[in-house]
């Protein structure tokens, strides 16, 4: 029998400030994907709403507060990932409360769409790239 994969719902933003350029966040080398560098985001719990699953990473991942209606839907990636399959739905954000500061990642760092290609990125990232480099 074919084999039929979970989705697994992740939420992301690109935080963006008054030059353009976006955070972006190195995972850690234990984790999965250690060591490339993603937008701060994680998966949508139970009986979450995409934006209050962003909202809550934000503030478990870098400490900033982020009002729901600034979240604005930017693109998404749908990906396989393993054995699952990766739906992940990317907000852009330019407003928030707080100086982002990594609880998590081992480094965060603003960079410019067109400068992530020297980054490592997890596969689904990159024509999420793409797309920012044409917004
Ligand atoms: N936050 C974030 N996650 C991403 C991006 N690109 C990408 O493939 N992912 C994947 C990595 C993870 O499998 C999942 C995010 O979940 P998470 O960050 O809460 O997961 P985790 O480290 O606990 O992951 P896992 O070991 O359970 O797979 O989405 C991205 O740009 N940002």
Same mark, same amino acid.
């Given at each position: ?21 976006? &955070? &972006? ?28 699953? %962003? ?12 009002? &729901? ?15 699952? @399959?990766? %739906? %992940? ?13 990594? @609880?998590?990642?081992?480094? #965060? ?25 044409? #917004?």
């Amino acid at each position: 029998m074919e084999k039929k994969p979970t989705t697994l719902f992740v939420v992301a933003a690109a935080l963006t400030n008054e030059s353009g350029a976006i &955070l &972006l966040q190195k995972r850690p080398d234990h984790a999965s994907m250690g060591g490339l560098w993603e937008f701060p985001g994680g998966k949508v719990e139970a009986g979450e709403t995409p934006e209050v699953a %962003l909202a809550r990473e934000l503030f478990e991942e870098l400490g900033i507060s982020v009002n &729901l209606q600034d979240l604005i839907p930017e693109t998404f990636a749908s990906e396989p990932l393993g054995e699952r @399959h990766l %739906l %992940l739905l990317l907000y852009r954000c330019v407003t928030w409360e707080g100086t982002p500061t990594p @609880h998590f990642a081992s480094e #965060i760092a603003w960079v410019h769409p067109n400068d992530m290609a020297a980054l490592p990125m997890p596969p689904a990232d990159y024509p999420l790239v793409e797309r920012l480099k044409r #917004i």
